[in-house]
């Protein structure tokens, strides 16, 4: 240490992070920390629902969430509780690897399987997924979705709590009747969320009548930092 400047740090080559968690072998040179090699980094965990099991079906105002296991979560709400049709066969899980969303009863009955997910700290991000849904009914709603903002509850005594908030990253309406694989470079959009928690998540509502039978399933989730 010298008396008028104070203590001198000399440049060093020991391991450091450069804060991307999609590299490898970060190391100092020159003062600063340089990235290392890079890596396939997945933000979702288990996205192939293996081992995952479960499942809730509304008897109330709410139900769930519920984790199904690898911190996948099912949650199912009653936007309408006193309108006598109940959401008690609309159902939210996981079963044979493949997580789902949907039932028979209607009537304002939301069903959600989904992931409070960090988001890597990447430069090149891609968002991809398999999907499919069934109904009976063409306004049926279904899709798959990314919010700014997630929660695992517990819920409020609140009709229309949510387990997401805030604005609309990633939306996807379509109504494939066969699997079918998206894949998404989704960088621009999540990249004020780096190393920040989001939601994603599959959503099935059945508007109005039992006979319409809305369901949705999803498989191979993945956000990649490449």
Not at 112 to 117: E, I, K, M, R, T
Not at 163 to 179: F, R
């Amino acid at each position: 240490c010298d008396k008028k400047k104070g203590c001198q740090y000399l440049p060093n080559s020991a391991s450091c992070d450069d804060g991307n968690s999609c590299t490898v072998k970060d190391q100092c040179k020159g003062g600063v920390c340089v990235s290392g090699a890079t890596k396939p980094c997945d933000g979702v965990k288990n996205p192939h629902f293996d081992a995952v099991s479960g499942q809730v079906c509304s008897s109330g105002k709410n139900a769930g969430p519920k984790d199904i296991g690898g911190t996948w979560m099912a949650f199912v709400r009653d936007t309408h509780p006193n309108n006598g049709y109940g959401c008690s066969s609309m159902c939210a899980g996981a079963s044979g690897s493949t997580g789902y969303a949907g039932g028979s009863t209607g009537a304002g009955c939301n069903a959600w399987v989904y992931q409070c997910v960090k988001v890597p700290k990447s430069s090149k991000l891609v968002f991809s997924y398999r999907y499919k849904i069934a109904s009976g009914y063409g306004g049926s709603v279904h899709g798959v979705y990314i919010y700014e903002n997630c929660s695992n509850g517990p819920p409020t005594s609140d009709v229309y709590w949510k387990p997401y908030g805030g604005k609309t990253l990633y939306s996807n309406n379509s109504k494939p009747k066969s699997w079918t694989k998206y894949s998404t470079n989704i960088s621009a959009k999540l990249a004020p969320y780096q190393g920040k928690t989001v939601f994603i998540g599959l959503y099935t509502n059945n508007s109005w009548a039992a006979s319409y039978n809305p369901r949705g399933w999803i498989d191979d989730v993945s956000l990649i930092g490449q």
